[in-house]
């Protein structure tokens, strides 16, 4: 069910997806509508930045301290 929210260029609307809960079938989340090589990209990225963060013993005191609970691996 796509929809349309504004991004990061003016005048411009990016299309969305709603992201819906198997168990419910409640719409709890909009996602970026994305090609797949674009959307392996953002993982990609996420990825490495979770491991230098979870390498970074003081990123994860600074979670901690942000959160009030240490964070899960």
Known sequence: MPTSEPD???GRR???LAVVDPATG??????PDQQPDALDAV?????RAWHGWR???A???STRSRTGR????
């Open 8 to 10: 990061r260029f003016p």
């Open 14 to 16: 990016a299309p969305r």
């Open 26 to 31: 409640e719409v709890f989340q909009e996602a």
């Open 43 to 47: 993982v990609d990225r996420s990825r």
């Open 55 to 57: 390498a970074d013993p």
């Open 59 to 61: 990123a994860r005191t």
């Open 70 to 73: 240490w964070p899960s691996n």
